[in-house]
């Protein structure tokens, strides 16, 4: 079992920055790979940005490839995410998870862990 608490969301004006953290507890934090997906009103959960377990290795979703930048410390069992050059389409509520699967799980469902979430709210 383990247990993902953000913190980090808040509001910010478009071209600002924020920076969201995951910590976890629980089992060993290297055997999980984590994510960051978002969701906005009416839509669906969307994939954002990952880093495979036994890895430092970021993989990003196209609409914030070259803005975000996610990173992991296994030492402290925690993920952040550094969003810059936020926009308005960036306004979501974002969700911290975690596998065991191995590769490079894009999905929703392939996280058995989620986090409660953290609104980002960004206006124009």
């Known amino acids: 079992q383990v247990q993902l608490v953000e913190s980090g969301g808040g509001y910010v004006q478009a071209g600002g920055s924020l920076r969201l953290s995951c910590a976890a507890t629980?089992?060993?934090?290297?055997?999980?790979?984590m994510g960051w997906f978002r969701q906005a009103p009416g839509k669906e959960r969307d994939f954002v940005s990952l880093i495979p377990r036994s890895s430092n290795n970021a993989y990003y979703g196209d609409s914030v490839k070259d803005r975000f930048t996610m990173t992991r410390d296994n030492a402290k069992n925690t993920v952040y995410l550094q969003m810059n050059s936020l926009k308005p389409e960036d306004t979501a509520v974002y969700y911290c998870a975690a596998t065991t699967d191995y590769g490079v799980p894009k999905g929703v469902g392939q996280y058995d862990y989620w986090g409660q979430g953290t609104q980002v709210t960004v206006s124009s």
């Open positions: 629980g089992r060993t934090f290297s055997n999980y790979a």
